[in-house]
């Protein structure tokens, strides 16, 4: 951990079966952590990195990503920046869409955008060429809708694939081996999505990470954020015709996903 300030250097802390708690330094000892659901992994690789936790940035409210926050920050004094949401308690500061997120001792700031569908009051944090995106955005899938709508779902998913395309893509979960095997039923023609299946599934066989992901990438191959691509609309209506490209094609998809 030994570069020049500014340039972020991100750490997968994995958590519980398949959670990924993400750390952000800079080559200093000060870092951030971003969703820490249990707080026992980030003071290990604290320990042994030397590293002060300075901030805590936390995407949604769900116990998997807000479980560790609190003794993390009795144990560093890292404030806390999150959602507006009342069921983050402890948060230093809420932040809305549009706004920045700056952390003076990494030399960083990130954009906050508002990405709800998964939860009501989903954000995600986007600079320095990295997208930390929690639940809303997975490699080769998407966050099931528990609060919000398939509408709200394709504004947030439109609003990440807008961002340039070599973004890299910190999502909260290794769920791609599971959402690669989906995404072949609803385009089994894909040849991007093909060779992606077949990379995900090596990389499991060495226990390896499948994520970040290049946001580029998820474009030609996540059935969810190609809900407007004549393929997945077809897909959409052999399980329900007459579906519109978009939202409803998405939200068939989704729900196809949930019992897949």
Same mark, same amino acid.
């Given at each position: 951990?030994?570069?020049?300030?500014?340039?972020?250097?991100?750490?997968?802390?994995?958590?519980?079966?398949?959670?990924?708690?993400?750390?952000?330094?800079?080559?200093?000892?000060?870092?951030?952590?971003?969703?820490?659901?249990?707080?026992?992994?980030?003071?290990?690789?604290?320990?042994?990195?030397?590293?002060?936790?300075?901030?805590?940035?936390?995407?949604?409210?769900?116990?998997?990503?807000?479980?560790?926050?609190?003794?993390?920050?009795? &144990?560093?004094?890292?404030?806390?920046?999150?959602?507006?949401?009342?069921?983050?308690?402890?948060?230093?500061?809420?932040?809305?869409?549009?706004?920045?997120?700056?952390?003076?001792?990494?030399?960083?700031?990130?954009?906050?955008?508002?990405?709800?569908?998964?939860?009501?009051?989903?954000?995600?944090?986007?600079?320095?060429?990295?997208?930390?995106?929690?639940?809303? &955005?997975?490699?080769?899938?998407?966050?099931?809708?528990?609060?919000?709508?398939?509408?709200?779902?394709?504004?947030?998913?439109?609003?990440?694939?807008?961002?340039?395309?070599?973004?890299?893509?910190?999502?909260?979960?290794?769920?791609?081996?599971?959402?690669?095997?989906?995404?072949?039923?609803?385009?089994?023609?894909?040849?991007?999505?093909?060779?992606?299946?077949?990379?995900?599934?090596?990389?499991?066989?060495?226990?390896?990470?499948?994520?970040?992901?290049?946001?580029?990438?998820?474009?030609?191959?996540?059935?969810? &954020?190609?809900?407007?691509?004549?393929?997945?609309?077809?897909?959409?209506?052999?399980?329900?015709?007459?579906?519109?490209?978009?939202?409803?094609?998405?939200?068939?998809?989704?729900?196809?996903?949930?019992?897949?």
């Amino acid at each position: 951990m030994n570069h020049h300030k500014g340039v972020i250097e991100v750490t997968a802390i994995p958590a519980f079966s398949d959670n990924y708690i993400w750390l952000i330094s800079t080559g200093g000892t000060s870092c951030a952590v971003v969703d820490p659901g249990d707080a026992q992994p980030v003071v290990d690789v604290l320990n042994e990195h030397g590293l002060d936790l300075d901030y805590i940035l936390i995407t949604h409210h769900h116990p998997d990503h807000i479980g560790g926050m609190r003794r993390l920050q009795k &144990l560093s004094g890292a404030e806390i920046y999150g959602p507006h949401d009342t069921r983050i308690p402890g948060q230093n500061r809420m932040f809305n869409e549009g706004e920045t997120v700056s952390l003076p001792k990494l030399g960083l700031e990130f954009g906050v955008l508002e990405v709800p569908g998964h939860t009501s009051t989903h954000i995600a944090f986007y600079g320095h060429g990295s997208l930390f995106c929690g639940d809303t &955005l997975f490699s080769v899938g998407c966050g099931r809708l528990f609060e919000g709508s398939p509408a709200q779902m394709q504004t947030s998913l439109d609003k990440l694939a807008a961002l340039p395309p070599e973004t890299s893509v910190y999502c909260a979960h290794e769920y791609t081996l599971s959402n690669c095997k989906f995404a072949l039923a609803v385009e089994p023609d894909n040849p991007d999505l093909i060779r992606r299946a077949r990379q995900v599934e090596l990389a499991r066989t060495q226990a390896e990470r499948t994520v970040p992901s290049r946001l580029g990438e998820e474009i030609a191959v996540n059935p969810f &954020l190609r809900c407007r691509q004549e393929t997945v609309v077809a897909a959409a209506r052999k399980r329900q015709a007459g579906v519109e490209a978009g939202a409803e094609t998405l939200a068939v998809i989704r729900a196809w996903k949930d019992s897949f």
